[in-house]
Nanobody
Framework: QVQLVESGGGLVQAGGSLRLSCAAS????????MGWYRRAPGKQRELVARISSGGTTNYADSVKGRFTIYRDNAKNTVYLQMNSLKLEDTAVYYC?????????WGQGTQVTVSS
């Protein structure tokens, strides 16, 4: 069983930055692929970024060059550094832990970008 707790969301002006954190409980954190997803109002949930157990990263085209995902296995935490935020980045952001047995989700954290 893995429990995920996100933090770091909030209200920011366009062009600003935020860093999201996702703290995971349970064992074998380092073996999970960790990801950040988001759901904007009226839209389906989409992948934002993910990082494998080996450190390989993938990003949605819409965030490439602006967002960075990284993990600290010693702290059982994955981060999403978000720079140059745009209005369209407004969404609830969810942390995900994936392994061969299951997917786990956090409760989500709201990110609102204002003009």
């Amino acid at each position: 069983q893995v429990q995920l707790v996100e933090s770091g969301g909030g209200l920011v002006q366009a062009g600003g930055s935020l860093r999201l954190s996702c703290a995971a409980s349970g064992t074998f954190f380092s073996r999970n692929t960790m990801g950040w997803y988001r759901r904007a109002p009226g839209k389906q949930r989409e992948l934002v970024a993910r990082i494998s157990s080996g450190g390989t990263t993938n990003y949605a085209d819409s965030v490439k060059g602006r967002f960075t995902i990284y993990r600290d296995n010693a702290k059982n935490t994955v981060y999403l550094q978000m720079n140059s935020l745009k209005l369209e980045d407004t969404a609830v952001y969810y942390c995900n832990a994936h392994n061969i047995m299951a997917d786990y989700w956090g409760q989500g954290t709201q990110v609102t970008v204002s003009s």
